[in-house]
Every structure is written in structure tokens, then in C-alpha cells.
């Protein structure tokens, strides 16, 4: 029976060439685009689950709650946290903290920057990550071990055994000689961890901050527990908040101690649930977004609707031309459950024809989606995270889907009606529904091509609005923190001003696509609150440098004393109370500290832990963050130390040049230290890159739903043209002309379509408010990008039926009633 059914369907899809090709194609598309999706869904959700004991690792995540600050939401937290939490929370079984560290080391006697971790010797109890040499439990042991990947230690020992090795690093202007006591075998790309290098951490890893390890005021790396069997992390969730109020210090003064206006909540995040987590500041790796899933999950299921949508609607437009088949089948016998088992066999039979053409596929676009959406997608069939029998199913369930309707509507016709009349009637059934598939499609169609348009157009906005500074002649250089680099900075400055094309130079705390945030309280005069704002030392050049416009006073000079806030070191900050300084604010800032306009700020003191500061000058705001991020009130300190980087201002000298000339200045001063110097427009360019790359693959799917719905409206067009024959050479016997026969059928297929633009315009508008919401500068939401795609959609039907119109129109009428 069965091998009757398969030969009969085969029969059924050859006689019909053109109709399986299209049907093919277009599910072959949809189950392409579903199989892509499958695979960077499958492959954000996998992130941490190979861990050992992954269900029980958690990571100590810190979180502010100030309603009156900025939220920030950090991967990072308090070292001191670490052992406390373990000491004070019976279901933790072990902790482990770490620091984040970038040591030089020299590769073929260059000095290159690392990524280094420093961490307690117990990390790799709480991680159990895969050693290849060496033993996990002793691995750090020592102050001067060290572990490295399988990479690391190939790059720096090429093949020899590198246990037992030492490897000069370089951190805080001395070079450290560290033993290598372990071998990690590299990690999976599907981990939120990213280690490299690993040290011990202990009290003389910080010869210039001894109190380092015992400080409250910073998150220097990552916390992690391990909770023993049965423990329930919601209930040490719970417990955290009077936990915190109980062991952290608090001062005013800032002194290694918690700010008391400073309001920070810990909590566990699982391993698995970090990557797509809303605690994505200060990363390890870049963070994925479950919205996106869920939006690209929903955008492939539409695509994969609307094939299916094609499916039955062609086949239910075919029907009259197997009315005969099932008439016969049905007086010889056949009951209507054998007829429908064979009609969704057939579409079975069709979807796994299409199947093998949309893998084919996915391996060819496979390599372009991956560069895309940042990820290093595979499709594998067989082993953990095979692909293949999802694939089966997929196949089964789009052919039971897209065949089901076809086969009850085909199986249900009466054979004596169809004998009787020689056929079943062309138009009898199915009309209606298939104008509502016809509208469900391009509603699809519409939609995704409205949201498309605007998140280019948002994305575009973002990258090109004005942020306060200039972005193009911009040059940033960074690393003037360096212990080497500091005593020379303003040398380097000297001589980087007389480099040809550089027109000014400043020094700063913060700079383009910064990532990091700088908090301070300060006391205003009849607050009984302090206000939160951001505060960073900047140098005289910096704002003139980055061409950021005075509102109101006057930037910072060198020539005015109070200006200069510059001490020897951190704690001596205190000694500027006796004098007081001048600060600059941006309007944010102002508006932060409660004056309604720019010149109402100028010539009031607030107070900075002890130091008073009085305002001399409003600036423009300026977005140094991605456009996601709020805009930050800001504080500028003017300092002749503690910058982070070097901003360059050029003009009429080439990029690459003038990065050259830069870089040889720098190598000349400060040999031992690598240097790393961007522009400012790619720096901001990266901060869109994963966005405009899935902007990119919703425009491509965008793209496929609106060829498979052409496709659709093409072959219903032909079929509606060929059974309106005699209809139409009786008009034109009666005078219609040929543009008459083509409006009424053009008409028939775009009234679909101005319906479908009715649906979607409201989806699309609700979904892209939502999704603008989350920029502090948005686009508007004009009408003209609603109105553009019904246009583009109506234009696409058109061009897709007119043909078919057009050349039934010019026909013969002679041809069409010959045997009337």
C-alpha cells in the first residue's frame, strides 16, 4: 500500500513541474531559515552546560539599586565577598574570587598585552575545568603559579613541556618571574568564561596596594560559589540583603570602605544562565540577548508558516485537477482515511524534498550567518547536539502541517458530483481561505520588512547622531595608567602635540565606547541626600581635544589654580579641602544636581567626599556609551594624573599616518609597553557591529518571506488565470478592452494585499515602540517607513501577477470558447 502511495505522489509531483519546483523551493526556504535559527538558538542555550557539577556553580553577581543613579548590572563583585559569603552561608560549599589583570608579556621579544586572571587557589574546585598537565587541586598553590590554555602555552613554549617553566610578566611597572604548574585544555567557544592565563592571588600581587584585597569601594573580578547538594540558591538570594547590611563597612570617606550612599545588591547567577543574563557589564565574553532569540525563533517560525501557507493554498487551488483521481478511488473503494494518509504522505514526500535542499543550504549560509550574529555556529547531524533528528521532525511536522488541510479538503469531495459534472467546479471551496492565507502572508511580509527599515534606520541613527564630540579626526590611545607610562605622559603629550595634522591633545579617565563607570556622591547645600553623579580627572587639552562645546563659564585652564586637583596619590585627596577646586559639569550633571538651567550651576559649591568644589562651566552633554545606555551626568575633575588614555585631535594628515607617526613616538618613550591606539569612529562602529549584524539577518529573513510569498501569489495568479479563461473571452467578446481584463485581475490579488498592510502596520508599530524604547536616542516613528512598505508590497504583487494578467488579457477569445 504504502509503495503505491509513494509511486502515485511521485506520479502527482512530476506531471506538475512548475508546482513542485515552487512548492519546494519555498518550503526549502522556510525550513532553511528554521534550521539556522535552530542553530543559534541551540547554540546561545548550551552556554556553560558542559561544566562538571554546572547545576551547583554559581557566579556572584552585583547589581545597583539607587533609584537616583544610572542602573548597572556587573558581572564582577567585591573580593572580601567571597570568603565571608562562604563563611556566613552554610549551603555554599566552597568560593573562590579572582582579579582581572592585563600583564605584558614578550612574544618573539615584542611586548604583547594578556588577558590574566588572579585568582584563590581553590578556583578549579569551583570550576572544574579539564587539566591536561598538572593537578587542579595544587595548581595555584603558590604565589608565583601559574596556569595557562593548551593555546597560551603553545604560543609562549612552542611543543616542549612547559610544566615547571617560568615566564617573566610584567604588572605594576615590575617584572614577575611565574612558575607554570598547570595545562588547561582551551575552553568551549559556548562559555561565558574566557581564561587564558591564570595566577595566584595573594597580598603581594599588589606591591602599591596592600589594602587592595581587603577593599569595599571596587569590583576588581569574578566571584564564584559552589553550593553543596540540595542547596537552594533562591534562599541565599533571599538572606543576601540583611547579609549586606550586616558585614560590609560603610563610610564617607572612601577609604577601602563602601560609600554609605553607595546601593549594591549581590546575587547568585547559575553558570548556565550568565551568558544570557541581564548582567552583562563587565563580561568576561560578549553576552548574547534573549530577546533576540526570542525574536529571530518567532520571525523563522513565520517564515516557515507562510512555505506552509504557499503549501495549501497551491494545492487547494489544484484541487479540480484531481477531482477524477479521488472520484475513482472512492467508487472503487478507497476509504476517505486511506485517501488522507496518502495526500499527507505526499506532502511528507515534498517536505523531505525540500529538506535536503535546505540543508544544502544552511551549509552554504551557514558561515555568512555566523559572521552575523557573532557566534561560531556548526551544524553537526550525529553526537551531542546533532542536528538530524530534529531535522526529521521538522520535516514530518511541516509536511503533517502544510498537508493536513489539502488532504481533508481533497479527501471530503463527492464522486458522484464530480462524475455527474465531469468535474469538480474551479472555484467551489477553499476561495476565502485561501484569500486569508494570501493576507496572512504578506501581513508577514509587511511587517517584517516595516521592522526591518527602522532598525537600520536606528542603528544608522545611533552611529551618525551627534554625541556630544566629534567622532571623525579622533584618535584614542590608551594604556597612560601603566606604572611606565605615567611618570612620561606629559612628555608623550608634548610630543605627540608636535607630530604634523595634530591639532590638540587631552589626556582623560574616560573615552569613546567606554565601558566602565566612575560614581561619586556629592553633598549639595540643603540636600539632606547626596546625589549621584559620574566622575572623571581629565586634563586642560581634553575638552578641546574632543571638541565638546561650553553651554555656560568656562573649561578648565592650567593657568587658573583652583583648577588643578592633581595629588600624588589617591589618599592624599583629602589634603585639597583646605583650598577647595574648580569642577565642570555637563547639562546632565546639572540637571542631576537640581538646577533647571546651565548658568544657574556656575559659582556653586558642592562638596566631594571633604574637598569643596565650586562650578565654573556647563558643557555639552556627551554620549561616550552606546546609545542603549542612559545619558550620564558627569563631573569633570581637571588632574595632571590618573588618566587612562589619550585622546588626539588631526587634521589634513592621513589616518594610517598619522597612527604611525603615533605609535613610533610611543615606542621610542615607552618601549616595554604595547601600544594600542583606535579611532574614534571604529570604536563607536563596534559598539553597533552585533546589531547591525542582526539587523542584517532580519533583513535577509525579511527578504525570504517576502519571495516565498511572491512565489505563492505567482502560482495562484496562474492558476486564477488559466480557470478564468472562457470568462474572460466572453468580456472581451462583449468589449472589454485588454487594460479592463487586467485591472479586474490585477485587483483580484492586491485587495489581499491593501488588507495585509492594515494588519501589519499596527503589529509593526507596537513592536518597534518597544523595541525604540530601550535607546535613549530613538528615531521618530514616521509614517513614511509604514507607507514605503505597502508600496514596496503592492509593487511586488503586482510585478508578480501582471505577467500572467497581462498575456491571458491579449488571448485569443477565439481559442478559450472554440468548444462552447
Known amino acids: 500500500m504504502w509503495r503505491n502511495y509513494l509511486t502515485v505522489g511521485l ?28 542553530v543559534f538558538v541551540r547554540h546561545e542555550l548550551s552556554y556553560d552546560k558542559w561544566l562538571p557539577n554546572a547545576e551547583r556553580t554559581f557566579q556572584v553577581q ?6 537616583e543613579e544610572p542602573p548597572s548590572f556587573l558581572q564582577t563583585s567585591f573580593y572580601p565577598a567571597a570568603s565571608l559569603m562562604e563563611r556566613d552561608f552554610p549551603q555554599i560549599e566552597r568560593t573562590a574570587a579572582t582579579w582581572r589583570t592585563r600583564p605584558v608579556v614578550l612574544v618573539d621579544r615584542q611586548p604583547v598585552y594578556v588577558d590574566m586572571l588572579l585568582a584563590d587557589p581553590d578556583l578549579f574546585e569551583v570550576l572544574e575545568l579539564e587539566f591536561v598537565r598538572g593537578d587542579r587541586r595544587t595548581a595555584l598553590r603558590d604565589p608565583d603559579s601559574l596556569v595557562l590554555t593548551e593555546t597560551e602555552a603553545r604560543r609562549f613554549f612552542g611543543s616542549s613541556d612547559p610544566i615547571g617553566r617560568v615566564l617573566p610578566v610584567g604588572r605594576q611597572g615590575e617584572t614577575v618571574n611565574l612558575r607554570v604548574t598547570g595545562v588547561l585544555r582551551d575552553l568551549p567557544e559556548n562559555s561565558h568564561l574566557a581564561l587564558t592565563m591564570v595566577g595566584r592571588l595573594h597580598p603581594g600581587a599588589f606591591p602599591t596596594e596592600p589594602e587592595a584585597l581587603a577593599a569595599w569601594n571596587r569590583m576588581p573580578g569574578y566571584v564564584y560559589a559552589r553550593l553543596r547538594p540540595g542547596a537552594d540558591a533562591a534562599a541565599i538570594n533571599a538572606a543576601l540583603p540583611a547579609w549586606e547590611q550586616r558585614v560590609i563597612p560603610r563610610s564617607s570617606t572612601g577609604s577601602g570602605e563602601m560609600s554609605r550612599a553607595d546601593r549594591w545588591a549581590l546575587r547568585l547567577t547559575n553558570v548556565r544562565d550568565v551568558h544570557l543574563g541581564a548582567f552583562q557589564e563587565n563580561a568576561m565574553t560578549r553576552g548574547g540577548d534573549m530577546r533576540t532569540i526570542v525574536t529571530f525563533s518567532i520571525v523563522a517560525l513565520l517564515i516557515l508558516a507562510v512555505a ?10 489544484r484541487a479540480s485537477e484531481r477531482t477524477r483521481e479521488v472520484a475513482l478511488r472512492k467508487v472503487l473503494g478507497a476509504r476517505r482515511g486511506q485517501l488522507i494518509a496518502q495526500f499527507i504522505g505526499e506532502a511528507v514526500l515534498l517536505a523531505g524534498m525540500a529538506a535536503i535542499v535546505a540543508l544544502a543550504a544552511v551549509e552554504l549560509a551557514l558561515p555568512a550567518v555566523a559572521s552575523l550574529v557573532d557566534a561560531p555556529l556548526e551544524l553537526s547531524y550525529f553526537g551531542d547536539g546533532g542536528m538530524l533528528m530534529w531535522v526529521v521532525l521538522l520535516t514530518l511536522i511541516v509536511g503533517a502541517v502544510g498537508g493536513s488541510y489539502p488532504a481533508f479538503y481533497l479527501s471530503g469531495f463527492r464522486p458522484s458530483a464530480i462524475l455527474r459534472a465531469g468535474r469538480f467546479g474551479a472555484g467551489t471551496g477553499g476561495g476565502r481561505l485561501r484569500t486569508a492565507l494570501v493576507v496572512g502572508q504578506f501581513a508577514v511580509s509587511i511587517g517584517l520588512m516595516i521592522c526591518t527599515a527602522i532598525v537600520y534606520a536606528q542603528t544608522l541613527h545611533a552611529r551618525s547622531a551627534d554625541a556630544g564630540y566629534r567622532r571623525d579626526g579622533l584618535l584614542v590611545v590608551d594604556n597612560l595608567s601603566r606604572a611606565q607610562v605615567q611618570p612620561l605622559a606629559e612628555t608623550l603629550v608634548r610630543e605627540v602635540a608636535r607630530l604634523d595634522g595634530v591639532r590638540a591633545v587631552g589626556r582623560s579617565e574616560i573615552s569613546p565606547a567606554e565601558e566602565g563607570r566612575s560614581t561619586t556622591h556629592v553633598e549639595l547645600p540643603g540636600r539632606a541626600e547626596p546625589v549621584a553623579v559620574g566622575a572623571y580627572v581629565v586634563d586642560p587639552g581634553f575638552l578641546q581635544a574632543m571638541e565638546i562645546h561650553t553651554v555656560a563659564g568656562r573649561a578648565f585652564s592650567a593657568d587658573q589654580a583652583l583648577d588643578d586637583a592633581t595629588v600624588a596619590e589617591e589618599a592624599e585627596w583629602d589634603s585639597l579641602a583646605g583650598r577647595g577646586i574648580n569642577v565642570v559639569v555637563s547639562e546632565a550633571g546639572a540637571r542631576q544636581l537640581g538646577f533647571r538651567a546651565p548658568a544657574a550651576a556656575l559659582g556653586q559649591t558642592l562638596r566631594i567626599e571633604t574637598v569643596p568644589a565650586t562650578i565654573v562651566g556647563v558643557v555639552a552633554d556627551v554620549q561616550y556609551r552606546s546609545a542603549r545606555d542612559e545619558m550620564e551626568p558627569i563631573l569633570y575633575i581637571m588632574s595632571r594624573t590618573e588618566h587612562d588614555s589619550m585622546v588626539i585631535r588631526y587634521e589634513g594628515v592621513s589616518p594610517q599616518a598619522l597612527l604611525e607617526q603615533v605609535r613610533g613616538v610611543w615606542g621610542r618613550l615607552v618601549p616595554d609597553v604595547p601600544f594600542e591606539g583606535s579611532f574614534a569612529e571604529d570604536l563607536v562602529a563596534e559598539l553597533y557591529r552585533s546589531e547591525e549584524g542582526r539587523g542584517q539577518l532580519f533583513a535577509l529573513f525579511a527578504g525570504l518571506a517576502i519571495v516565498i510569498g511572491s512565489l505563492g501569489l505567482y502560482a495562484l495568479a496562474a492558476f486564477a488565470a488559466e480557470r478564468r479563461t472562457k470568462e474572460i473571452g466572453i468580456r472581451k467578446i462583449l468589449g472589454a478592452r485588454t487594460a479592463d481584463i487586467v485591472r479586474l485581475l490585477v485587483w483580484q490579488f492586491l485587495r489581499p494585499v491593501v488588507i495585509a498592510n492594515l494588519i501589519a502596520w499596527p503589529v509593526a508599530w507596537w513592536a518597534m515602540t518597544d523595541w525604540l524604547n530601550g535607546f535613549s536616542e530613538r528615531i521618530d516613528l514616521n509614517p513614511a517607513w509604514f507607507l514605503a512598505a505597502g508600496i514596496v508590497a503592492l509593487a511586488i504583487a503586482t510585478g508578480t501577477i501582471i505577467g500572467h494578467a497581462v498575456r491571458v488579457a491579449r488571448a485569443n477569445p477565439i481559442h478559450a470558447l472554440r468548444y462552447e
Open 62 to 67: 552585583a547589581e545597583r539599586v539607587a533609584t
Open 11 to 38: 506520479r502527482s509531483l512530476m506531471r506538475s513541474k512548475a508546482y513542485t519546483a515552487i512548492n519546494v523551493f519555498g518550503l526549502a526556504v522556510g525550513m532553511a531559515s528554521c534550521i539556522l535559527i535552530l
Open 308 to 317: 506552509c501557507v504557499n503549501f495549501a493554498n497551491l494545492t487547494t487551488a
